[in-house]
Nanobody, 113 residues
Framework: QTQLVESGGGLVQAGGSLKLSCEAS????????MRWYRQAPGNQRELVAS???????NYRDSVKDRFTISRDNAKKTVYLQMNSLKPEDTGVYYC???????WGQGTQVTVSS
């Protein structure tokens, strides 16, 4: 059974925006911290942003002031708004739940220069 499903990726020019969504079917979504990771070809998966059940957010330095993570517990969905995209933001973006350790299948984001 699929627990996390990402969507919203695509191809965008540098400076553009994308909004990723991750819809969860886990019962403990509202009390679980949620995270967005990304993985570029040849690189390790890296944490991009996280949000606690209470709404506290954290970001890696390279995306601060450009990316915003948010959640809607009623819809069991976590979002990643990405603005001022750069070619180095290219990669597969994955959603992860702290509780249960679930992963989505990933959504590709490609930023052209």
């Amino acid at each position: 059974q699929t627990q996390l499903v990402e969507s919203g990726g695509g191809l965008v020019q540098a400076g553009g925006s994308l909004k990723l969504s991750c819809e969860a079917s886990i019962s403990l979504f509202s009390v679980s911290a949620m995270r967005w990771y990304r993985q570029a070809p040849g690189n390790q998966r890296e944490l991009v942003a996280s949000i606690t059940s209470g709404g506290t957010t954290n970001y890696r330095d390279s995306v601060k002031d450009r990316f915003t993570i948010s959640r809607d517990n009623a819809k069991k969905t976590v979002y990643l708004q990405m603005n001022s995209l750069k070619p180095e933001d290219t990669g597969v973006y994955y959603c992860n739940s702290q509780l249960g350790g679930y992963w989505g299948q990933g959504t590709q984001v490609t930023v052209s220069s």
